[in-house]
Antibody, heavy 121, light 107 residues
Framework: EVQLVQSGAEVKKPGESLKISCKGS????????IGWVRQMPGKGLEWMGI????????RYSPSFQGQVTISADKSISTAYLQWSSLKASDTAMYYC??????????????WGQGTMVTVSS | VIWMTQSPSLLSASTGDRVTISCRMS??????LAWYQQKPGKAPELLIY???TLQSGVPSRFSGSGSGTDFTLTISCLQSEDFATYYC?????????FGQGTKVEIK
């Protein structure tokens, strides 16, 4: 079964760092782009960026460039989203999702279950 | 950046109704458009890609149409499990963008 399994919910303080993960299984992890999508409480979906684990080619939305870092470790089929200094406005659900076709930039067909990040003093 | 206008933001309908959701782009995107369904507390699910191709396993009452700048998602006969929020997404250029969402609620 093709699936993406994300790390668990996090509660952090402003200024702290954080790295959340998304582990792929059931398919060739290095062949499909993986993206990250933010959903703030009660709001819509926001595309943050994507990475191709095969060569670590990464694209960011200008809204998130410099605010987060997307990476991947192909040896353990895992993608990451990290912050160096969290803000209260980073409080949101974060989803990882896989592109539909190998090597192609496409729609997201497989989604992780989401990781809730809460940033509060 | 390609801006997307999705309408309506809220749609009240009854089981058995035919409903239509619109997504308009600020510039042409050929057919590089997807539609997703999201239920409360769940991750989104892909319904349609390439503007009109039904994802495997999605009921045939869902259909998509359009190309260029104007796109439509139609649910031909609304079922109870279809009450959810729907999003369009363009994957023609970076950054990818989502529409604002349409919540389909019970009338």
């Amino acid at each position: 079964e093709v699936q993406l399994v994300q790390s668990g919910a996090e509660v952090k303080k402003p200024g702290e760092s954080l790295k959340i993960s998304c582990k792929g299984s059931g398919y060739s992890f290095t062949s499909y782009w993986i993206g990250w999508v933010r959903q703030m409480p009660g709001k819509g979906l926001e595309w943050m960026g994507i990475i191709y684990p095969g060569d670590s080619d990464t694209r960011y939305s200008p809204s998130f460039q410099g605010q987060v870092t997307i990476s991947a470790d192909k040896s353990i089929s895992t993608a990451y989203l990290q912050w160096s200094s969290l803000k209260a406005s980073d409080t949101a659900m974060y989803y990882c999702a896989r592109h539909r076709k190998p090597r192609h930039l496409d729609a997201f067909d497989i989604w992780g279950q989401g990781t809730m990040v809460t940033v509060s003093s | 950046v390609i801006w997307m206008t999705q309408s309506p933001s809220l749609l009240s309908a009854s089981t058995g109704d035919r409903v239509t959701i619109s997504c308009r782009m600020s510039q042409g995107i050929s057919s590089y458009l997807a539609w997703y369904q999201q239920k409360p507390g769940k991750a989104p699910e892909l319904l349609i890609y390439a503007a009109s191709t039904l994802q495997s396993g999605v009921p045939s009452r869902f259909s998509g149409s359009g190309s260029g700048t104007d796109f439509t998602l139609t649910i031909s006969c609304l079922q109870s499990e279809d009450f959810a929020t729907y999003y369009c997404q363009q994957y023609y250029s970076f950054p990818r963008t989502f529409g604002q969402g349409t919540k389909v609620e019970i009338k």
